[in-house]
């Protein structure tokens, strides 16, 4: 208990909006549009994104840690609505660890997600979880009526406290543990650009394992190539994109960014997103850019001035129809802006 106290404590300091922006609170602009942009409220804490199989909707992984709005959404792009995801619970082997202590009793509060393919053959969410317990909650998600439902299958316990997750092609995951190694860890500042955490690899044979080599300043969010060959961390203090290879153990190249990258995703072309808060002190400025994960070069796609702001907090950037919408770990939210 006293592990996850102090690691959740660590965590929601580093989520802090009175760190995040250290001022006054930022103006924020309006619902609706905006010259280049759209403000669509009427969510809780988009921390992550991710797009259903068929392009239609948005998953939304709302981070709202104990108070309403925590859960997970799909948002329809064409009538602006947010709307709970239906939940039943069918647990099977495969999905997860024995140690699993069974279906959720209370709502999930979701963190990063991961959708991929299962290898029985069923799309999969994968949601970092920290509501009542400290695990990845593994999903099946399903079509229906129109629209699509989670089953809960299994889960998985972290032995620190997760961010961000990535499903691997058998089934496992890697996930990041931005303040695992302690009190030492980031030498006693969190926002000090030191080392604080690490990043684990979960197999249904083997269990958890942490990664050689992944030690980063707050490593954030994650993505895994379709392979399973490649990972590509983001080092959120660090300012920093880093590939790994999962096959070797080894870091392979880093990229600096001018912002605090936060969750990543993948473009329908296999270029990566990244976007975050432009640093602390910065009053509603934010980053979003595009990196190929071959040559790690960079293409600035927006930046956001301080000032009045459309959000704060950003924490994902998602390509979807030609449009990238933008969430935040807090606020009531989503930003649209023209590809």
């Known amino acids: 208990m006293k592990r996850t106290l102090t690691a959740v404590t660590f965590g929601l300091l580093a989520l802090n909006p009175v760190l995040a ?29 991710e797009l259903t199989p068929d392009g239609r909707f948005l998953i939304v992984s709302q981070f709202a840690m104990g108070g ?28 997860g660890e024995l140690a699993c202590p069974g279906p959720m009793t ?24 920290h509501g ?37 092609p058998d089934g496992g995951y890697v996930a990041t543990r931005p303040t695992a190694l302690g009190e030492e860890g980031g030498g006693g500042n969190l926002f000090g650009g030191q080392p604080s955490g690490n990043v684990a690899r979960w197999t249904s044979e083997g269990g958890e394992e942490i990664l050689p080599n992944t030690e980063a300043a707050y490593p954030n969010g994650v993505v895994a190539d379709p392979d399973g060959r490649y990972a590509y961390i983001a080092a959120w203090t660090g300012r920093q994109i880093r590939k790994y290879d999962l096959e070797s153990g080894t870091q392979l190249e880093i990229v600096d960014l001018d912002f605090m990258p936060d969750n990543i995703t993948w473009t329908p072309e296999g270029g990566l997103l990244a976007a975050g808060i432009a640093g ?42 030609g449009e990238i919408y933008i969430g935040a770990y807090q606020g009531d939210r989503l930003v649209r802006i023209d590809r």
């Open 21 to 49: 922006q250290r001022g006054q609170p930022v103006e924020l602009l309006s619902c609706g549009p905006h010259d280049d942009l759209e403000v669509i409220c009427g969510t809780s804490g988009p921390e992550d994104l």
């Open 68 to 95: 309403t709005g925590a859960g997970l959404t799909l948002f329809d792009p064409i009538d602006r609505s947010f709307t709970p995801m239906a939940t039943t619970a069918d647990r099977r082997v495969g999905w």
């Open 106 to 129: 209370q709502p999930v509060a979701s963190r990063g997600i991961s959708l991929g393919t299962h290898p029985s053959g069923v799309p999969a969410l994968y949601v970092v979880n």
């Open 132 to 168: 009542g317990r400290e695990t990845i909650e593994m999903f099946e998600l399903r079509p229906a009526d129109a629209r699509w439902e989670l089953v809960w299958h299994g889960c998985a316990v972290g032995s620190a406290d997760y961010n961000d997750v990535a499903i691997l």
């Open 280 to 321: 602390l002190g910065a009053q509603g400025g934010f980053g979003v850019a595009e990196i190929d994960p071959a040559t790690l070069t960079v293409t600035k796609v927006y930046e956001a001035p301080q000032g009045a702001a459309p959000i704060t907090g950003v924490s994902v950037a998602l390509e979807a129809d």
